[in-house]
């Protein structure tokens, strides 16, 4: 069956490997002969890159993260307008703000619209009144993206007997944005000056203090002590002004700050490293699944969901989250051990290979949407 989907998110500005997913599930599922439409926030990078792919959009939202009564009603009657003239059958949400709106929107139409809401991150979700009706009423079903999401609502227990009845379904990396990474990564060496030898570290993410780019920052200092090496932190955020402040202060010359690329394949293939160093949020790491895939192994933080791709030893280093000590300590090993780099790159992707790339996230999917619809169709037939 083919169905007509509506995918929602509240993200502005910046990348990550939430908007990431939504674009490469909306494309796989329109190739499947599927009707799509991503709804997010006007000027969202989200839209813009939707659009370029051909996806239909929707823009004229807020999704404001400071509840606005007047805003929060305009929105729902925005959203429950495009369900009802493009027919929509699946509401398929992804942030907060955007997953009160569209369900609230869906259930004013009844309850024919399938709602389905995917969790990105390890943020809490408070047990409280609001949240319980949200998550044990209005919505069917709920999506985590690592086991480590499935861990917070069990704590919390928000879900109530839902918690049984989740489905994980693990974010992937798509082969064919690669097929240009050796192009990319010539014209990176030529754009920085890098050097055959010299070792290059990268870490990918948004500049925000979840993402703990003060660490990475911390773990040069140690490292440009021994090594030199250049480094490349891409992404936009918040932080962006106090991060380069503080990388002058640091006298850190070797890290370049390149804000939101394009040809991250190509930065990976420049790399020997990739640091990922969250401390907080992060569920699975995106951008470390695709370092992964380029034979390039990590030093991570311990934070949840990283336990799903990485093997301490086997396809790249996990250490204490902020214990930047070992974390310096790990990634000298692997700058300067060859062998042991190509190793775990090697393990990394057969990790990637086996259990996530893009086909893995469309079919699964897919399949979920029609087990619920035929479960959705079989309650109203029994219920009429």
């Known amino acids: 069956m083919r169905f007509r989907i509506l995918h929602t998110n509240m993200h502005r500005g910046g990348w990550g490997g939430q908007p990431n997913r939504i674009l490469l599930l909306s494309k796989g599922l329109m190739e499947r002969g599927h009707c799509v439409i991503i709804a997010a926030p006007k000027r969202a990078t989200l839209i813009e890159r939707a659009r370029e792919a051909g996806i239909p959009t929707f823009d004229d939202l807020r999704f404001p993260k400071k509840f606005n009564p007047v805003t929060f009603v305009k929105e729902i009657i ?3 307008r495009l369900i009802e003239e493009n027919q929509i059958q699946i509401v398929h949400t992804h942030g907060s703000q955007d997953t009160w709106i569209a369900t609230l929107a869906a259930r004013l139409l009844g309850k024919r619209i399938l709602v389905i809401r995917t969790r990105h991150n390890t943020f809490p979700v408070a047990n409280h009144l609001a949240n319980r009706l949200l998550y044990r009423c209005l919505i069917d079903h709920v999506i985590v ?7 917070v609502y069990k704590s919390t227990g928000v879900l109530g007997h839902k918690i049984e009845e989740l489905t994980t379904i693990y974010s992937v990396v798509e082969p064919s944005r690669f097929k240009n990474w050796e192009k990319q990564k010539k014209e990176i060496e030529k ?9 290059v570290v990268v870490k990918v993410a948004r500049l925000a203090k979840e993402k703990g780019h003060i660490y990475m920052l911390d773990i040069l200092g140690k490292l ?4 030199n090496i250049k480094a490349f932190a891409l992404g936009e955020g918040p932080l962006k002004r106090e991060l ?4 002058k202060e640091l006298k850190l010359g070797c890290l370049h700050f390149t804000g939101l690329r394009r ?4 930065f990976l293939g420049c790399a020997d490293l990739f640091l990922f160093t969250p401390i907080s949020g992060e569920s699975l790491g995106t951008a470390m699944l695709e370092a992964l895939y380029m034979r390039v192994p990590p030093v991570t933080f311990l934070v949840r969901g990283v336990d799903a791709s990485i093997r301490d030893g086997q396809n790249g280093f996990v250490v204490k989250a902020r214990d930047t000590d070992k974390a310096a300590n790990r990634a000298k090993l692997l700058l300067l051990n060859r062998r042991v780099k190509q190793k775990m790159g090697a393990t990394g992707k057969k990790v990637i290979e086996r259990q996530f790339l893009l086909n893995h996230l469309i079919c699964g999917t897919e399949r979920l949407y029609s087990r619920l619809w035929q479960g959705t169709r079989a309650k109203q037939a029994l219920s009429s």
């Open 78 to 80: 925005k959203i429950a």
């Open 145 to 151: 993206v690592s086991q480590g999401i499935t861990e």
């Open 191 to 199: 754009e920085f000056g890098i050097g055959r030898n010299t070792p």
């Open 224 to 227: 440009c002590k021994f090594l």
């Open 244 to 247: 380069k402040r503080k990388k």
């Open 263 to 266: 040809d991250v394949p190509g």
